[in-house]
Every structure is written in structure tokens, then in C-alpha cells.
């Protein structure tokens, strides 16, 4: 309840300063609660500033297990022609490497029509017919034709929303427009094949209809081809303008084909990406050991680790939130012990990685340099074996240890919370009931001052009465 400022009528008393004077007295209790939930929000927010940095901490360990650690590089001589990236897995060495030609996706396109709105089946003896389309080994996809969509425009429309794995398209070549197809994948195994069934019997290319250059057959596509991908025979009512062939490239003079211009499975750990042909020149692919890139990622986890170690620091020092909480510690220590920890007989000490008294990391990035070059694979399992116990701890950490004790703050604030509500319903009749006395005790005082005057009026009266005798 608000408090005005009051002055009593009677007494002369200011009331509403009296009882705001009373009302801060017992409001104490609230105030103090109050400091102490407003502790516990501050602790709330510490514990997810911790878990926050340890999340940055656990995702920088990804770079310093056994399968990312080696930072492997590729490197071509020519990137107009070839690039290339590299896993961790992927063995140091050098390939020189020619560019045939790169493989293609095939495309195909009709006769000429009048427009984009021409009719393409003749549906005045069967009202349905249907195209199948089929792109390499995939699944045939049929396509119905009937008088709601039986224009160029439509069955463009209708190829593109069929995903039969082509893309539909409508050229105007100057004389008139054609319908032209084009493969989604590359290479020879991903060719085109159009058959037509214009008696919606089931069969396609059963009859002469279904492949004659009239009607809707005159999409029908159903190629044979050379060892080039030439076009030399077989239903060929639509034209090839690009065929589809794969990728040849000769590797250290050997000489391969692939259907896609991403070659993954060539060099193992190492993804090639073609772009064109070398002009008979050759490119040179080199495979290394990055040691900067290792370093840096290193270093990446050493600034994490330390950020998680300084706000420890910071939220447990001289009158802040954590003071006298121990779980923050308990996290420091805990870190600690697993970075000091021997794994298969190595620290990381001994591979530049040391910390300070207050548990700040730093790398010697020479001596880790020499332990790369005299015996990789230590220090490889070593990282690997600390990165894997650190991920576990970490996850602990985030996962049951901190949610824990936000949900004891959290819980601490929700009882706070109910006796300042309980404490305010207990004040604002107390408020009420100073507010009451204090009206009873105007009215009290008027009542005497009233007695008062009538005495005195009284006395006056007598005192005349007295004197006129």
C-alpha cells in the first residue's frame, strides 16, 4: 500500500512520515531477502557464463583428436584447372596429374514448336497418355499427360515438378521454341531415356505411334551411343546437344575415368575437384603436413582453456558472485588434473604444453615442432587421449554438474521469493492496522479537545457567574 504524507487534524502529528518511517523498519526483512535473491541471480548468470566458455572449450578439442590432429593440406599447381582438399587421413605426396576433359551432364532438346502454349500429344483418340523418364539406372518416373496440361509450357512444368532427376527448359531458337532436357548428374552412366506410351495401355514404345515424330513421340528419346558418347542410333525423335561423358584424368600415367567432376575415391583422405581440362599440360597435387595449421589449432585450445580457467578466476575472487562457492574451483581443479595427467607414458609437458600457478596455459610451439618431427604419433595420442578425457569431463560439467546447482539457485530463489510475498501480505496489513490506530487516536484527541473546550467554556461561565455576585 502506498503512503501519502498526512498531518493530523488534532494532533499535528505528520502521520504518513511517521508510518513510512514505521513500514521501512519492518520492510528489513524483505530488503535482506531481496540482496540475497538478487545474489542467487547473480550466481545464475555465473554458472552459465562458465558453461558457456566450457562449450567453446569441448568444441575446440574437435582439431586435437586422432582423426582431425594432422592438419593435411592440398596444394595444386594450377586451381583454373584442379583443386583439392585434404583430410587428416590422407598420406603425405606429390601427383602430377593431366586433365583430359572434364565429365558433363547431357542435355537434349525437341523440335521446333509454334510457342510455349502449342499443344504436344494428339489426345483426340486417347484423352491420357504418358511420358516415362528415365535418367541412368534410376527409377523410371511416368509422367501423365492429359488436356489440363498438355502444352510445351505445361509439360516443362510437369518434368520439373516430377523430380525425375532432368531439368526442364524452353529455348526460342529464333525460328520457334524447343524443349530442352538437361541431366542433373554427370557422366555416362547418368545418359537420358524418354519412351512414350500414347494408348495409356502400361507399355511403352509398343507400337510404331509410340515413336513416330508426331504427336507427343516427339519427345520420345531412346539413344544409342559410341564409346564417345555419340549419338549413332535408336529413337532419337529429340537431338543431343551436349553428351554425357565422365571425367578422364591421368594420375602419374595412369590413366582413370569417374562420373563426377568430384573425385573422392581416387587418393584416399583427398577430394579432387575438376573444373577443366589441362590443355595437355600437367598439374602438379601436392599432399602435406600443415605443422602451422596444428599449431594454431593448439593454440585455439589453449586460449579456450584459459578463458575457462580466468573466468573461473574472476567469479570466485574478493566479494564476487561465487566467493564462497566451491563448485567453480572443484571445475578448475578437475581441468587441471586431466592436463597434468600422464597418458601412455607422455604429458603434454613434454610437447611445449606447461601452465603457470594459476593454471594459464602457454605452448613452446618449437618444442612441439620437434616432437612432430621426431615422433608424430606421441603426440598424436597424447592430444587424442587428453582431448577424449577432457570432452568427458566437460560434458559432466555441463550436462549434470552446473545444471544442478543453477537449479538449487533457481530453487533458493523461488523460496525467497514466497516469504517476501508471504512477508508483503503480512505488511500491507500492518500498514492497514497503523494506519487505523493512528486515525483512532485523531479521533480520540478531538474528542478530548471538544471535552476540553466545553470545560473551559464551562469554567468561563461560572467564573463570570462568580463575579457578578
Do not use: C, W
Request: glycine share 6%; proline share 1%; no cysteine.
Amino acid at each position: 500500500m502506498a503512503i501519502t504524507s498526512s498531518t493530523g487534524i488534532f494532533s499535528g502529528i505528520e502521520t504518513g512520515k511517521i508510518i513510512e518511517q514505521l513500514m521501512a523498519l519492518e520492510r528489513r526483512p524483505v530488503e535482506m531477502l531481496s540482496r540475497k535473491k538478487n545474489d542467487f541471480n547473480k550466481k545464475i548468470s555465473s554458472y552459465g557464463e562458465i558453461s558457456s566458455h566450457l562449450t567453446t572449450l569441448k568444441n575446440s578439442l574437435s582439431t586435437l583428436k586422432k582423426n582431425s590432429f594432422l592438419a593435411i593440406t592440398a596444394s595444386s599447381s594450377d586451381s583454373s584447372v584442379l583443386t583439392a582438399t585434404a583430410t587428416s587421413s590422407a598420406l603425405e605426396g606429390s601427383y602430377n596429374i593431366k586433365v583430359n576433359n572434364i565429365a558433363s551432364s547431357q542435355s537434349i532438346y525437341s523440335v521446333q514448336f509454334a510457342s510455349e502454349n502449342e499443344e504436344v500429344a494428339d489426345l483426340s483418340t486417347n484423352g491420357i497418355q504418358k511420358l516415362r523418364i528415365q535418367v541412368g539406372d534410376n527409377s523410371p518416373l511416368d509422367i501423365t499427360i492429359d488436356s489440363s496440361n498438355n502444352t510445351l509450357s505445361d509439360i516443362r512444368n510437369a518434368i520439373n515438378n516430377s523430380n525425375a532427376g532432368v531439368r526442364a527448359s524452353i529455348i526460342n531458337d529464333g525460328s520457334g521454341y524447343r524443349l530442352v532436357l538437361s541431366s542433373n548428374s554427370t557422366g555416362a552412366s547418368n545418359r537420358i531415356k524418354i519412351l512414350v506410351d500414347e494408348d495409356n495401355n502400361g507399355l511403352f514404345e509398343e507400337t510404331p505411334e509410340e515413336t513416330d515424330n508426331s504427336g507427343i513421340s516427339r519427345l520420345a528419346f531412346n539413344a544409342e551411343y559410341d564409346a564417345n558418347g555419340n549419338v549413332i542410333g535408336g529413337i532419337t525423335n529429340m537431338t543431343q546437344s551436349q553428351a554425357a561423358i565422365d571425367a578422364s584424368l591421368t594420375i602419374n600415367g595412369l590413366t582413370i575415368t569417374r562420373g563426377s567432376n568430384s573425385i573422392n575415391n581416387l587418393i584416399s583422405g583427398v577430394t579432387i575437384n575438376l573444373k577443366r581440362d589441362s590443355s595437355g599440360n600437367t598439374i602438379n597435387l601436392s599432399i602435406s603436413r600443415d605443422d602451422s595449421r596444428i599449431i594454431s589449432n593448439i593454440n585455439s585450445f589453449v586460449s579456450a582453456y584459459n578463458s575457462v580457467i580466468n573466468t573461473i578466476k574472476n567469479l570466485t575472487g574478493k566479494d564476487k558472485a561465487l566467493e564462497a562457492d566451491s563448485s567453480l574451483r572443484t571445475i578448475r581443479e578437475g581441468l587441471r588434473t586431466i592436463i597434468t595427467d600422464s597418458y601412455s607414458g607422455s604429458t603434454l609437458l613434454s610437447f611445449g604444453l606447461s601452465h603457470d600457478k594459476f593454471g594459464v596455459l602457454s605452448l613452446d610451439s618449437s618444442r612441439l615442432e620437434n616432437a612432430m618431427k621426431n615422433n608424430p604419433q606421441a603426440v598424436i595420442d597424447t592430444f587424442d587421449s587428453m582431448a577424449i578425457a577432457l570432452e568427458s569431463s566437460i560434458n559432466t560439467y555441463i550436462r549434470d554438474f552446473i545444471p544442478a546447482r543453477t537449479e538449487g539457485a533457481k530453487s533458493s530463489i523461488r523460496f525467497i521469493e514466497n516469504r517476501i510475498e508471504n512477508i508483503e501480505r503480512i505488511l500491507e496489513k500492518r500498514e492497514t492496522e497503523y494506519r487505523r490506530r493512528f486515525i483512532a487516536l485523531e479521533k480520540t484527541i478531538g474528542q478530548l479537545r471538544q471535552s476540553s473546550d466545553y470545560l473551559n467554556q464551562q469554567f468561563s461561565i461560572l467564573s463570570k457567574i462568580n463575579g457578578g455576585k
